[in-house]
T-cell receptor, first 112, second 111 residues
Framework: KAGVTQTPRYLIKTRGQQVTLSCSPISGHRSVSWYQQTPGQGLQFLFEYFSETQRNKGNFPGRFSGRQFSNSRSEMNVSTLELGDSALYLC???????????FGPGTRLTVL | TQLLEQSPQFLSIQEGENLTVYCNSSSVFSSLQWYRQEPGEGPVLLVTVVTGGEVKKLKRLTFQFGDARKDSSLHITAAQPGDTGLYLCAGADTGGFKTIFGAGTRLFVKA
């Protein structure tokens, strides 16, 4: 079974731009969660989608948004990028609640 | 707010030594996972423990879930340089809707 895939793997943007990251979950997984990982803050939960509905949201500003499609693929969007948004963005999929999450390789976003 | 505290935060040891990493909380979790992450990559699942008191072995790695399902430990026997990485514990809350991550233990094994 193919694992979680994320595209692109690396991205360089400038302040004020916007960015869209994509995540394809493991086949059959309906839950997709997004995390931001930085050296100083560790893994911070952004949001979780299940069957196209956002079920949980972390404490991030409204510039961070996401969506999930009917095939469970998910996208995350960050608008008006700031330098502090530079991070590794991780996507994880699972069968649903109480099930183990499996992570993708991440997208390394650098904001200049 | 549920929290998972990992200790130690950093560990630098010689090849062949044994070590234990701890993951503690005041909350009960329905399950707990351990992941290992290498720089620039996503965390890779090592194990999931579900039952209080459960012990799982994965080659030189031994994982234990506390009887009350509030804490866990990871013990590595005869560490090797390939064990170097960031070890993360994660707990699924009893409601099942959220996964809480510890801050991680960064392990460096010197040859």
């Amino acid at each position: 079974k193919a694992g979680v895939t994320q595209t692109p793997r690396y991205l360089i943007k400038t302040r004020g731009q916007q960015v869209t990251l994509s995540c394809s979950p493991i086949s059959g997984h309906r839950s997709v969660s997004w995390y931001q990982q930085t050296p100083g803050q560790g893994l911070q939960f952004l949001f979780e989608y299940f069957s196209e509905t956002q079920r949980n949201k972390g404490n991030f500003p409204g510039r961070f948004s996401g969506r999930q499609f009917s095939n469970s693929r998910s996208e995350m969007n960050v608008s008006t990028l700031e330098l502090g948004d530079s991070a590794l963005y991780l996507c994880a999929s699972s069968l649903g609640e109480r099930h183990t999450q499996y992570f993708g390789p991440g997208t390394r976003l650098t904001v200049l | 707010t549920q929290l998972l505290e990992q200790s130690p935060q950093f560990l630098s040891i010689q090849e062949g030594e044994n070590l234990t990493v701890y993951c503690n909380s005041s909350s009960v979790f329905s399950s707990l996972q351990w992941y290992r992450q290498e720089p620039g990559e996503g965390p890779v699942l090592l194990v999931t423990v579900v039952t209080g008191g459960e012990v799982k072995k994965l080659k030189r790695l031994t994982f234990q879930f506390g009887d009350a399902r509030k804490d866990s430990s990871l013990h590595i026997t005869a560490a090797q340089p390939g064990d170097t990485g960031l070890y993360l514990c994660a707990g699924a809350d009893t409601g099942g809707f959220k996964t809480i991550f510890g801050a991680g233990t960064r392990l460096f094994v010197k040859a």
